[in-house]
């Protein structure tokens, strides 16, 4: 055995009498962890944290107030932002400066999800097993979706089918407006689903756990990832040019990227 051969046994000896049992395992499979982690150069899952994923960044344009505390979803009806409270109340707001131009009564007791097809506001309650399609004016019962056994607290449109968040399964759903036959699903990719947005054939998801905003493809792989402008994202929404995240300080964020 040569000098440094020595030299390194009699310092492995010290070792051990100095740390505990369980240190000294460790130690022991550090080289072969180290050596791992340095070959694994290839996406073995699809997660927000994977270093492959692209941070993405944003420009805050402006900001509004939001009437209230409790807000679900927002979504935009081609002129003003709409955002649901859990009172129930559903308020059209300015979008420069945050008024109120008008207000309707949710049908649904506990309302959070909220979105415009182009023709009516679907409603939906995770305290409820169907979905309300009301008339955007009036408030008006247009239609009736029942929705199995999802409890459904976000909601988008992707142009033809609603997107529903389910809080069991954790998972967001594409579901027939007409008959509430579910479509396909996908796994949201953080801890939970603050509000969902489908813009050109991706899909924006945000996580109020985690205070961050994913762009998903419309299969559910993770295209970026970013920090959202307050510290519990909530609904979003696209109004053609920006996109929208409102969030628990009773805020609106428009965002460009």
Same mark, same amino acid.
């Given at each position: 055995m040569n000098l440094d051969l020595r030299k390194?046994?009699?310092?492995? +000896?010290?070792?051990? +009498?100095?740390?505990?049992?369980?240190?000294?395992r460790f130690l022991s499979y550090l080289p072969l962890l180290i050596f791992l982690l340095?070959?694994?150069?290839? =996406?073995?899952?699809?997660?927000?944290?994977?270093?492959f994923v692209s941070?993405?960044?944003?420009?805050?344009?402006?900001?509004?107030?939001?009437?209230? *505390?409790?807000?679900?979803?927002?979504?935009?009806?081609?002129?003003t932002l709409l955002c649901i409270s859990r009172g129930g109340t559903i308020y059209s707001i300015n979008?420069?400066?945050?008024?109120?131009? =008008?207000?309707?009564?949710?049908? *649904?007791? *506990?309302?959070?999800?909220?979105?415009?097809?182009?023709?009516?506001l679907w409603i939906s309650s995770p305290a409820q097993a169907e979905i309300l399609k009301i008339n955007i004016v009036s408030g008006e019962l247009i239609k009736r979706t029942g929705v199995q056994r999802l409890q459904v607290s976000? $909601?988008?449109?992707?142009?033809?089918? $609603? *997107?529903?968040?389910?809080?069991?399964t954790k998972r967001i759903y594409k579901i027939n407006e007409e008959t509430g036959e579910i479509i396909s699903s996908i796994k949201i990719p953080g801890f939970d689903t603050g509000g969902?947005?489908?813009?050109?054939?991706?899909?924006?998801?945000?996580?109020? $756990?985690?205070?961050l905003i994913y762009k998903l493809n419309s299969e559910g792989k993770v295209l970026s990832t970013y920090s959202s402008?307050?510290?519990?994202?909530?609904?979003?929404?696209?109004?053609?040019?920006? $996109?929208?995240?409102?969030?628990?300080?009773?805020?609106?964020?428009?965002?460009?990227?």
């Open positions: 390194n046994f009699r310092f492995f +000896k010290e070792l051990k +009498k100095a740390f505990p049992f369980s240190m000294m340095s070959g694994c150069s290839e =996406r073995v899952f699809d997660n927000p944290f994977d270093p941070k993405g960044e944003f420009f805050i344009v402006n900001y509004i107030n939001l009437p209230s *505390l409790d807000m679900g979803d927002i979504t935009w009806d081609g002129s979008k420069v400066n945050g008024s109120v131009i =008008r207000t309707i009564q949710s049908p *649904l007791p *506990l309302p959070s999800g909220l979105v415009y097809d182009g023709t009516g976000s $909601l988008a449109w992707d142009g033809e089918n $609603l *997107l529903g968040y389910d809080q069991i969902i947005a489908f813009v050109n054939g991706e899909i924006w998801v945000s996580d109020p $756990l985690s205070a402008p307050g510290q519990s994202p909530r609904g979003l929404t696209y109004d053609g040019a920006y $996109l929208w995240n409102s969030d628990a300080s009773a805020k609106a964020f428009q965002l460009r990227f």
